[in-house]
């Protein structure tokens, strides 16, 4: 690996870090501004003025606001999540369960959507110009242009109602049997499925579409080279970055709507718990939900960075 590379992956480190930094600061500046306070909202209006104060100070609210995030954000790089205002119970173990419910339901979607979303992809790009490929082209438009509210009511309508196959919300007392399993993933699973199957296809079409436009291809082609040796051994592995950026843009998207899904199916994942906090002013705990996600969300990116860096044979060659 040369020292351009290593320059260019430092550096893509660098702009992350400086990223996550300003988001802490846009998450705590905003959950400030939510409206009401914490502490009468906890008190109830009957609360004395002694006992509000008491409160504001045990909760460290008396400390001007910069005082306050950079607590915040110590105990964050500790691990330390601090303790629910409303529960009083240590914030990782609230999150700790409803976080693993959040990774299954982002698990099974990606090894159900990407599989399919990347042989979809691929061979429409082969198949560029055909019936097949305007139908792919035709179907994935439609479906990024349904949000992912819409996509879930259809979903319940056609299998819950309509058919009667599926529960219209999420049943996660018993995962053991495929029956209840069916019942506790099957209509988020299919919901985010295909919010995030159309984009992950249409990125990945355009991008081995890119390379097979490449004059190196076109000359190998004149030259007799079969198509499906190019399309396997050239075309595919120089697009390897664009189709990992692809992925990871299109799983970033399962974040957004992974918090509408959890709402609509009453599914108990960490989307859910933060909307839960935020009804309750529950400041840590919403400080908390908010960073996981944009943690994952600026992972995913620069991963899919890095993997671009790396795999650019003209970066390797330099």
Known sequence: MNSL???????????????????????FCATA??????????????????AIAGLRTAMNLDQPAVVRFFLWLGNLATGDL????VNNIPIADLIGSRLVNSLKLAGITAALS????????VTAAILRGTVYDRTISFLTIGII???????????????????????????TGDITTLTGLLKAFAMPV???SFVISAQMIRMTRAAVIETLNAPYVEMALLKGASRRRMVLHH????????????????????????????????????AKLMLDAVSTRDLPLIQSCAMIFCIAYL????????VAIVSNPRLRRS
């Open 145 to 171: 242009s349904v949000p992912e509210f819409m996509v879930a009511t259809l979903a319940v309508i056609v299998f819950a109602v309509y058919l009667g196959w599926l529960p219209a919300l999420s049943m």
């Open 33 to 50: 501004l939510l409206p009401g306070d914490v502490v009468e909202i906890l008190l109830g209006q009957a609360a004395t003025p002694e």
């Open 5 to 27: 590379i290593l320059r260019l992956i430092a550096g893509r480190i660098a702009v992350a870090l400086v990223t996550l930094l300003i988001v802490a600061v846009t998450i």
């Open 114 to 121: 990407v599989p399919v979303a990347l042989t979809l992809g």
């Open 235 to 270: 075309a595919l592995p120089n697009a390897l970055g664009p189709i990992v950026n692809a992925v990871a843009l299109s799983l970033s998207y399962l974040l957004g709507g992974v918090i509408i899904v959890e709402t609509i199916f009453n599914y108990p994942g960490i």
């Open 299 to 306: 992972l995913l990116i620069t991963i899919a960075d890095l």
């Open 82 to 85: 601090g303790v629910s205002y």
């Open 190 to 192: 299919i919901t985010l």
